[in-house]
């Protein structure tokens, strides 16, 4: 989803042709396998910890500095004010529209007044407003329609939060509420995005030359083009979120 919004050629390659990533390069293949591997093994302690594993015996394992010194900030901050109930690396869907949208959550922690959603980067912040973002919408929405069959418990929109903790800033934490407006605002947008994906049968390239710059494909689509300043979440790798094409 995030990839049609993007740009619709990159959905046609990765989606629809199921093509593999381009590195232009020796240094640019270099560079991405880096932060990609970071990501990675982040992510991996981090699930690691929060499912029992003493914190000296995660950090004993992390060989990478700048991993080690994420690992041991998110010991100290990561999961300060999260409710104790908690199921890491789960998954959740929501029938929408005759699909069923999924969603991959790094953590899913509840008490009895709210339902949080944990998401760990390891890029940068977005300048973009993360509450209409695609991920956002999807995260909640399939929280809010069937996060009960994770947590057993339904919770109503305004109880339901997001947090995205960004490991490189200062201040990593960034917590977005929920109302039943947005809920019903995000259920138009994604029936409209869905209606969009299936209809769809033509895909420009995009004309913003700077998600060119960090494009998996931009060696093979537009390789007159330098390549910028990559971030482990434009990894090749399993969908955060997807729409099921088979029937609800």
């Known amino acids: 989803m995030r990839d049609f919004l993007t740009c619709r050629y990159l959905y046609l390659l990765k989606h629809r042709r199921g093509l593999e990533p381009a590195v232009g390069g020796v240094v640019e293949g270099s560079n991405r396998q880096l932060a990609a591997r970071r990501g990675q093994q982040f992510h991996r302690a981090v699930q690691q910890y929060l499912s029992g594993l003493a ?11 700048t991993v080690r010194a994420w ?10 004010g999260i409710p104790d ?3 890491v690396e789960t998954w959740a ?18 008490d009895s007044e709210r339902l949080v959603i944990c998401d760990w980067k390891t890029g940068s912040r977005p ?16 929280a809010a329609c069937s996060g009960q069959a994770v947590t057993g418990t339904a919770y109503l929109p305004e109880q339901i939060e997001i947090r995205y903790w960004y490991v490189r800033d200062d201040d990593p934490a960034n917590q977005i509420a929920y109302s039943q407006q ?16 299936a ?24 390789p007159e083009i330098p390549s910028g300043t990559w971030e482990p979440e434009f ?5 955060s979120m997807s729409i099921g094409w088979g029937e609800s």
């Open 93 to 110: 869907t929501a029938p929408l529209a005759e699909r069923v949208l999924i969603a991959r959550y790094d953590l899913l922690a509840w």
């Open 71 to 80: 690992f041991e900030k998110f010991v100290k901050y990561g999961m300060s």
């Open 199 to 222: 209809a769809c049968n033509a895909f420009p390239k995009t004309d913003d030359v700077d998600v060119c710059k960090t494009c998996l494909f931009r060696a093979v689509c537009r």
């Open 235 to 239: 990894e090749h790798t399993p969908e």
């Open 55 to 65: 914190s000296d015996s995660v950090r004993s394992m992390i060989k990478d500095d």
């Open 127 to 142: 300048i973009e407003d993360p509450d209409t973002q695609i991920q956002t919408m999807v995260y909640r929405y399939v």
């Open 85 to 87: 109930r908690r199921s």
């Open 182 to 197: 947005q809920f019903k605002r995000d259920e138009v947008r994604l029936r409209e995005l869905i209606a969009e994906i």
